[in-house]
């Protein structure tokens, strides 16, 4: 069964998942008609795998530090499960840097419940997500999570306001000088900055439908339970559980709201919230076949899409 397979946080679980990135993510190259298959196609390719299984080491390091899971690989599995339903997102290179970079960030926020280096964790929170704004320009909106890190943990002291800027600053100021030269002051103006759209025929097509329809199924359901479990979580737990209810906020806003493409793959930042969301409500409930229904749900939406698309 899923459930007492991916319960356990043993190497063998995470090579499982890694072998099934590769696999899936090999496979769906390989017959796809998105690209050309080149050499240099193959090995941009192959650097978007990497940071899609740095991402993963990256997301299970924040859950596991800050215990806000219990020792599982629920959360991993999901997040897989997650970007399979959805694979245009691995032909993005660019929403797949912002990820790796949005969760570094957030590897910082989460992380300022502890007094050592707090202006530090601030300042390099907003570095990474500038350099993540620098591949997709409205990832710039997990600031708010930041601020309200600072909210919770850091609100007496006015300089810790201030530090984020110094981050957005050094990044900005890199990057305009490094285009200056190449490219010049508006080409990067306007290559930074993208305009929303909100042209949604593409999520007329069951292969984005079906798996939406998903995720906002379990947004709703594990939402609900794990605002409630915020009260019942430990007093030091409970700012860090917030935060991730508003990442999930701030990638459900970008993923409706500000998107400047609509293929599916503006919904990429709202899976490592929800799959930490998710994991939580595994681990809580008692209804055993009701947990195994969700978890063999999250892995067959992925491999009917694939035989929908054949």
């Given amino acids: ?34 690209y050309e298959f080149t050499s240099l196609e193959a090995l941009g390719q192959f650097f978007v795998l990497l940071a899609y299984l740095f991402s993963l080491g990256v997301l299970n390091f924040v859950v596991k530090r800050n215990t806000l899971s219990k020792r599982t690989t629920y959360i991993l599995y ?7 339903a959805v694979p245009v997102s691995f032909f993005n290179y660019d929403i797949v840097f912002s990820g790796l970079f949005v ?8 992380s300022m419940k502890t007094e050592k280096d707090f202006k530090k964790k601030v300042f390099d929170a907003a570095f990474w997500i500038t350099i993540a704004s620098l591949f997709f320009f ?5 600031l708010v999570v930041l ?41 990067f103006a306007l290559s930074y900055f993208e305009l929303p759209t909100l042209d949604f025929r593409a999520y007329s097509s069951l292969k984005l439908l079906l798996p939406t329809s998903f995720f906002l199924a379990l947004y709703i359901w594990c939402g ?10 430990p007093q030091k737990l409970k700012a860090s559980f917030i935060l991730i209810i508003i990442s999930s906020l701030v990638a459900l806003f970008i993923a409706i709201f500000v998107a400047p493409l609509r293929d599916g793959s503006e919904l990429y930042f709202l899976f490592g919230p929800l799959a930490i969301i998710t994991a939580t409500y595994i681990e809580t409930s008692k209804s055993f076949w009701f947990k195994e229904m969700m978890m063999w749900l999250a892995l067959l939406i992925p491999i009917l899409l694939i035989f929908w698309r054949v």
Wanted: hydrophobic share 55%.
């Fill in 1 to 34: 069964m899923l459930t007492s397979f991916f319960g356990g946080s043993k190497p063998i679980n995470f090579a499982m998942i890694v072998l099934a990135v590769i696999v899936y993510f090999t496979g769906f190259y390989l017959v796809s008609d998105v």
């Fill in 78 to 84: 999901f997040f897989v499960c997650f970007t399979f």
């Fill in 103 to 110: 969760l570094l960030a957030l590897r910082r926020i989460i």
């Fill in 138 to 142: 409205w990832s710039i909106l997990f």
């Fill in 147 to 187: 601020y309200f890190s600072i909210l919770f943990y850091g609100r007496s002291e006015y300089r810790n306001w201030l530090m984020p800027l110094g981050g957005i600053f050094v990044v900005l100021l890199l990057t305009f000088t490094f285009s200056l030269y190449y490219e010049g002051a508006k080409e």
């Fill in 224 to 233: 609900l339970r794990y605002i409630k479990q915020v009260s019942d979580a």
